[in-house]
């Protein structure tokens, strides 16, 4: 193991963490404010991923592709929530898992309608397709590091949003006390559609950042929902700030338990053996992760104020 | 109604129940996966299955064919229930279907257990060819192992020193990667195994392999995982420094996305199998252009293998005339493998999995500019699995 590599993985991890995050932001701050399980917060990454690629194949450009793909995803999620969403708020969490399972059902089979089977690819530009040399001997791909940059871009806005705006403190009370914010007259509504239209917008992003690498395809949001819900769930739910530092853990431990695990297990129980554990550990390795901070801290590492 | 009439009534009940249906139909479950990503594998694998009917003019033995399609999603616990459900409810004379080895494995028993017939469209898991053979579980592809062997004897040949295995973490992936070590007699400098189906995003197995400077990799990514992988080697410049050697990776289905995404990195690849689009025996040639003027895209090997299993099953409703009660009749019929194959003339094991050839295949352009592949000569002649002589049978 050269340090080379071990920059590579922490790269590699930081990546997914970012990533993660994108789905995790829209997801802690619906099922925060709203109050809203949601289990179709991946659906919103797989449509995004999908206007993406097809909005990229009619404009030739994938950056032309992201932009006009962010709107179009928010207004898919505006219609979800005032068509679908809003009538469960007053329901209980079952009902509302019950609901929202079944909008994965509808979009997983309309995509495979509108798009087919057999998924997309987005095919990127030249020079987001290859690699840079970031250090002597440590080449990383263009596009994942474009990937970290617009995370780390999206996370500092969500910062200045949510801290510095008149919007943001409305979030930031809805995470807090839901009740008493409608009870001084904010337009709840209008907050929780605007929030929902955010979310998704977030979903969507993530899908588009994803789908270069992973193809498009139906079904990839569920894929990585539960790593969200995983995430949301160690930061604290309705928190931006924990959703952001778990979303870094967790893909850190993901990419470093795949990297070196094998290693280290080999060193207690014969390569065979471990080839064989390492895959299975580090996938479990999140969780584990997950079930410690529920033991210590049930209300997860960063809850919003008036949580704790 | 006294109880003598009730009784007999129930008598006359039952005896209508026993008799078999004699409605002059033959039945058969195909188990495939029509929803998840990997839909699109399924999707191949019904429309070969659905041409092939018709082909034969949906008869076999003078019976008119009932194919019920079920979906397993990809999950080995919803494969069993499909099959339970096919065997018990629908009472098929036929099972057959299959792409994941480890579906394969949890519904084998459902069926066999059952007294049917199982045809493996696909998987070919070594415990069915060795300890767990059984006299009425045929294959119409391949032993996981094999078709890796051949990778590994043509990497010898191409004086490959050092290897880097990835594959997925599963039944079949286990089988690959033991396949390609029994064959290449080179060092394996590294091996890591993923996640399956979940994992898609191979960064920290293409560092590490990165950094073990091998003379190759070799993976094995079926569906969707294939293409991710192939995108993300590009990416990471690694097609320019070491070469990729595959398997069941790069495919009809997966070939014209990569054609559409301009991965000219897979251009030139190589690849084995036991069939190519443009094999040329009698029944290739029609199979593939049916195919391809029904659907209008190349056929998958799932499809070719697809499309084979119907004539296996025909071939043994032929030989009872369709008595389908003949097990033995059926059974002995589909061991002479007296049926037009795809792959042309081969014979079948003792575990009733195929003795054949094995063929090394690259990516070209054909005449219209599409994306396929070509037939650049045999690597393996008339090969058998190794785990044939594990079975007592």
Known sequence: MTWALLLEQFLNGFQLGVLLFLLAAGLTLVFGIMDLVNLAHGSLYMVGAFICATLTELTGSFGWGVLLALPATMAVGVIVEMTALRTLYARDHLDQVLATFGLILFFNELTRIVWGPEGMVIPLPAWLDGNVEILPGVHYPTFRMLIIAVGLGVAAALYVLVVKTRTGMLIRAGASNRAMIGALGVNIKTLFTAIFGLGAALAGLAGMMAGPIIEVSTGMGEEILILAFVVIVIGGIGSIRGAFIAALIVGLIDTMGRSFLDVLLSAAMSASAAETAAPALSAMLVYILMATVLFFRPQGLFPPHGRQ | ?393
């Open chain 2, 1 to 393: 109604m006294t109880f003598k009439k009730l009784s007999a009534g129930l008598v006359a009940v039952l005896a209508l129940a026993a008799v078999p249906v004699q409605g002059g139909t033959v039945k058969i479950g195909f188990v495939t996966t029509l929803t998840t990503p990997a839909g699109v594998i399924g999707r191949d694998m019904r429309d070969a299955v659905n041409l092939a009917l018709e082909d034969i003019g949906n008869k076999m033995g003078g019976l008119d064919v009932e194919m019920i399609f079920e979906d397993d999603g990809f999950k080995p616990e919803i494969g069993k229930q499909k099959t339970d459900k096919l065997v018990q409810k629908d009472n098929v004379d036929f099972v057959a279907g299959y792409i994941w080895s480890h579906v394969l494995l949890a519904s084998r028993k459902s069926v066999l257990d059952a007294g049917k017939f199982l045809i493996s469209s696909n998987a070919g898991p070594s415990q069915l060819a060795g300890k767990l053979c059984n006299k009425n579980f045929f294959s119409t592809s391949w032993q996981n192992d094999q078709t890796p062997m051949a990778m590994g004897e043509v990497l010898n040949q191409r004086g490959v020193k050092s290897l880097y295995v990835i594959a997925p973490n599963y039944a079949a992936g286990k089988n690959m990667v033991s396949g390609v070590q029994r064959a290449f007699k080179g060092k394996i400098v590294g091996k890591d195994l993923t996640k399956w189906p979940g994992q898609l995003d191979f960064s920290a197995e293409l560092a590490k392999a990165r950094a073990a400077k091998p003379d190759g990799v070799f993976i094995f990514y079926p569906g969707k995982a294939g293409g991710a992988f192939m995108k993300q080697y590009q990416q990471a410049g690694l097609d320019k420094t070491i070469p990729l050697y595959s398997v069941f990776t790069v495919d009809s289905i997966s070939l014209p996305k990569f054609q559409k995404a301009n991965m000219s990195g897979v251009m030139g690849s190589f690849m084995t199998q036991f069939w190519a689009p443009d094999l040329d025996t009698p029944q290739n040639k029609k199979f593939v252009a049916g195919f391809r003027k029904k659907y209008g895209r190349y056929p998958s090997f799932y499809a070719a293998q697809s499309y084979d299993t119907v004539f296996l099953i025909k071939s043994a409703v032929d030989a009872v005339n369709g008595n389908l009660k003949d097990m033995d009749g059926m059974r002995a019929a589909m061991e002479k493998a007296d049926f037009p194959s795809v792959r042309g003339k081969f014979t079948y094991g003792n575990n009733h999995f195929p003795i054949q050839n094995f063929y090394l295949r690259e990516v070209v352009k054909d005449s219209d500019g599409n994306w396929t592949t070509a037939t650049r000569g045999v690597v393996l002649k008339n090969h058998q699995d190794t785990y044939a002589k594990l079975c007592k049978m």
